[in-house]
């Protein structure tokens, strides 16, 4: 059964930075698309960042030179670096993997931001 853990989300002030951690178990991490969603009060769920199996990445427009995907393969890991933190942020994270099964997603970790 796949599993995904997120840690790292909590309150941080306008321009601070936080890293979010997913961590997936019970199948081919190093296959798979890693992504990361967040769902603000009253808004839809958006697409934040991805990166596939080889490498690439992509961002949402208003994350882009603020927020870094990346993935450590040996630990079946994704993370999100976010810095520059703005109250619009403030949000519910998820992670979601894509394998050849289906996808799956984590539980979500809160971020909130005060101005």
């Known amino acids: 059964q796949v599993q995904l853990v997120e840690s790292g989300g909590g309150e941080v002030q306008a321009g601070g930075s936080l890293r979010l951690s997913c961590t997936v178990s019970g199948s081919i991490f190093r296959l798979n698309t890693m992504s990361w969603y967040r769902r603000a009060p009253e808004k839809q769920r958006e697409l934040v960042a991805t990166?596939?199996?080889?490498?690439?990445?992509n961002y949402l427009d208003s994350v882009k030179g603020r927020f870094t995907i990346s993935r450590d393969n040996a630990k079946n890991t994704v993370y999100l670096q976010m810095d520059g933190l703005k109250p619009e942020d403030t949000a519910v994270y998820y992670c979601?993997?894509?394998?050849?099964?289906?996808?799956?997603w984590g539980q979500g970790t809160q971020v909130t931001v005060s101005s």
């Open positions: 979601k993997t894509i394998t050849s099964g289906g996808q799956y």
């Open positions: 990166i596939t199996s080889g490498g690439i990445t």
